[in-house]
């Protein structure tokens, strides 16, 4: 009897899926808690193991997914983080790339650097490009800038050394220097963290890992042992911005790789849905209480990047903090169910300030006062007051509608509908221009694209949000509320490591590009063989390549097996397709040179073995009918409202209708036609 857990923690509710040996999902949601989301973790996972009948010892494998890190970054948490650089690029972090992200906003204020330059010492040392020393590590130098830092309330140190990726000696050096010195402070390597070039963004992810060090050390021990105490005798996964997990030990080390964590379950489940329907090129919309994350997947995989940036101002490239790590290039949003509205200089404004989950929505009866999405969708009827999360929520109707009236209907001179539609509308507006994103700007018709949509209220918009950009089919996965969550057990257990070596490839030395294969094969092969993986350890290996001259990359596939002149000449091959593919021509004659060489070890994929649903006896009958707010048809209009557990494979829907299950809501606007497909999935024809 082996059973399968995910949880994954959101800004406003923690989601839980519970996979049996049949491959039957029993899953659960529970509010967030703050500060501590562990205690709603920890509770939930409690009642899903009682209600269920199942013994702690029966668990496989449990698989946690959480914006912890990205919290602690985004909200400035932490405390005590220091950094030692090579003398004279003390303000690296704070010169940045110089490049304005709003070339003509004159008012443009950048992030500010997470470390305070006070908390930024120097050593005196200096290591080339090529490698090679210039100036050896001064250690009493080093010495006594240790001691500064920590008489001035260091306690976690980030080392980030010039070159040190192609020479680490002096910042292990300086490593064991800090531990004599210093004992109690924690210590990242650059070297081991981001052994790549590009000094800011290594600077920066080095620092970031350091940042949230801490934090997600002391949560993962926590959660570890609050399990263990319960009964459960695996390990604890946790899934990193790659769409692989890794043990909570491996994560410790280095918790800057699971800096999105929750979101890119949601875009991995994504892609498996995409492919049991067929349809493998989409993109996944999952819009939660606070947020709306979208994703580009082509070819059945998301897109991925290794120049991930964390809390863009206005989706502008350059605006955020920069991190070297294999992620999956979300784009997100302040827009969510609880994304608070309000009347702003004439006209209605959404987000991207949320309630969360404290106080929540003003419906919610927590305390709440300013009106949000999930509020104007209660008013437009889209949301069942009685029967909200499963039932285990009453929504307060009235508070919700004196909420909306006050803040937003009476100050813009609106009726209450029109003012709630407003609301619903502006979200999807902004909604939509993220989608543009992730689509259009990467080459991409979104005409051509299927728009899978999830979360506990991307059913409620994904329609409409389709319909604006003309795509022409929607999925609504059964279970959506809770998808990123079920998404946490369709991972693979994976590592990724990446070292740069800037060589033209005609002037590669395959022995020594073998050489460093194999010992990034080492490293990224002992943290997968500590997961206790059944089965093979499969190794991939790819490149990031350009054009001699050129700034920027692609990622190409490097073969596998020996790496003589014939694997360099299908590297160099595998280049021109891509960038053809990007860009609409390539120039062969033009030399290549490789900047960075990418190794990620794979074991244990599981398979999610979604149940059936039963088929259909006849056409699908409405559980109930209730006023809901449709403009095509005037205003208010009785809507059909269905059981989503009621409908069997093959049955058709037509909007306006309303679908409800216990972890979401769908709303099929006017002219939608729907199918029920045979894993209980709505495929989604939009007018």
């Known amino acids: 009897m082996v059973y399968r857990i995910g949880f994954d923690v959101g800004g406003t509710f923690t989601d839980f899926v519970l996979q049996s040996p049949a491959g039957e999902l029993t899953t659960a949601k529970r509010l967030t808690t703050y500060p501590d989301p562990s205690e709603a973790c920890l509770a939930g ?58 070339v003509y906003d004159l008012q443009i204020e950048k992030p500010p650097p997470l470390v305070p330059r006070r908390l930024i010492g120097e050593v005196t040392e200096r290591i080339l490009a090529d490698g090679s020393v210039r100036t050896p590590l001064d250690e009493a130098d080093a010495r006594r800038a240790v001691r500064e830092l ?40 650059s ?23 801490t934090a997600v050390r002391e949560y993962l021990a926590g959660l570890g042992a609050a399990l263990a105490a319960r009964g459960y005798r695996g390990r604890l996964f946790v899934m990193q ?12 080390r280095y918790p800057v790789r699971m800096i999105e964590s929750g979101p890119a379950a949601g875009a991995l489940m994504a892609a498996a849905y995409g492919e049991l329907t067929g349809h493998r090129d989409l993109i996944a919309f999952d819009m939660g209480g606070t947020t709306a994350k979208l994703a580009l997947v082509e070819k059945g995989r998301p897109y991925t990047t290794t120049a991930f940036e ?108 029109a003012a709630a539609w407003g609301v619903h509308a502006i979200v999807n507006t902004n909604m939509e221009l993220a989608t543009r994103v992730v689509s259009i700007e990467r080459g991409r018709d979104p005409r051509d694209l299927t728009l899978i949509a999830f979360g506990g209220s991307g059913p409620v918009h994904g329609c409409r949000l389709a319909q604006a950009l003309g795509i022409p089919r ?97 590297v160099r091959a595998a280049f021109d397709e891509v960038y053809a593919a990007r860009y609409g021509y390539a120039s062969p004659a033009e030399p290549v040179e490789i900047v960075t060489w990418k190794l990620s070890a794979i074991g244990g994929s599981p398979r999610i073995a979604l149940a059936k649903a ?50 979401s809501t769908t709303v099929l606007p006017p002219g939608t036609a729907a199918t029920v497909d045979e894993y209980a999935n709505l495929l989604v024809e939009p007018a």
């Open 45 to 102: 996972l409690d009642a899903l193991i009682a209600g269920s009948g199942v013994a702690w010892g029966d668990a496989a494998q449990v698989v946690h997914g959480t914006t912890l890190g990205s919290n602690v970054v985004i909200e400035r948490k932490a405390r005590g983080v220091g950094l030692l650089t090579t003398r004279g690029f003390r303000d690296v972090l704070i010169v940045g790339r110089e490049k304005r992200y709003q």
């Open 150 to 189: 920590c008489a001035r309330g260091v306690t976690t140190l980030a080392i980030c050394l010039l070159h040190a990726y192609l020479h680490p000696a002096h910042e292990k050096r300086l490593a064991a220097l800090v531990a004599e010195e210093a004992p109690h402070v924690t210590v990242t390597l």
């Open 191 to 213: 070297h081991e963290v981001s052994p790549t070039f590009r000094e800011y963004e290594r600077t920066s992810t080095t620092v970031i890992n350091a940042y949230v060090m």
């Open 241 to 252: 911005s790659s769409g692989g997990i890794a043990t909570a030990e491996a994560m410790q």
């Open 310 to 417: 964390l809390h863009r101002v206005g989706n502008a490239p350059g605006s955020g903090l920069p991190m070297n790590i294999q992620a999956i290039d979300l784009v997100e949003i302040g827009a969510g169910g609880g994304s608070i509205a309000r009347a702003a200089l004439g006209v209605i404004a959404v987000g991207p300030e949320s309630a969360s989950s404290t106080p929540g929505p003003v419906c919610y009866g927590r305390g709440g006062a300013e009106p949000t999405v999930t509020d104007a969708n209660l008013v437009l009827g889209y949301l069942n007051p009685d029967d909200f999360a499963g039932g285990s929520m009453r929504l307060d109707a009235a508070g919700a509608a004196r909420a909306l009236e006050a803040k937003v209907a009476r100050p813009l001179g609106l009726p209450l509908a």
């Open 474 to 570: 929607v999925l609504l996965p059964a279970a959506a509320g809770v998808t990123a969550a079920i998404g946490l057990l369709a991972a693979e257990v994976r590592f990724d490591v990446a070292r740069t070596y800037v060589r033209r490839l005609d002037a590669v030395d395959p022995a020594q590009l073998g050489a460093m294969y194999e010992e990034m094969a080492a490293q990224a092969l002992e943290v997968v063989r500590e997961s206790a993986v059944a089965g093979d350890v499969t190794v991939a290996r790819a490149a990031d390549a350009r054009y001699v001259g050129q700034g920027y990359e692609l990622s190409v596939p490097v073969p596998a097996g020996r790496l003589d002149a014939a694997a360099l000449a299908r």
């Open 614 to 663: 039963a088929r259909g006896a006849g056409p699908a009958a409405p559980k109930a009918r209730r006023r809901a707010y449709f403009p095509e048809t005037g205003g208010f209009t009785e809507t059909p409202v269905y059981d989503r557990y009621a409908l069997g494979a093959g049955a058709r829907l037509a909007g306006p209708a309303i679908v409800e299950e216990r972890e």
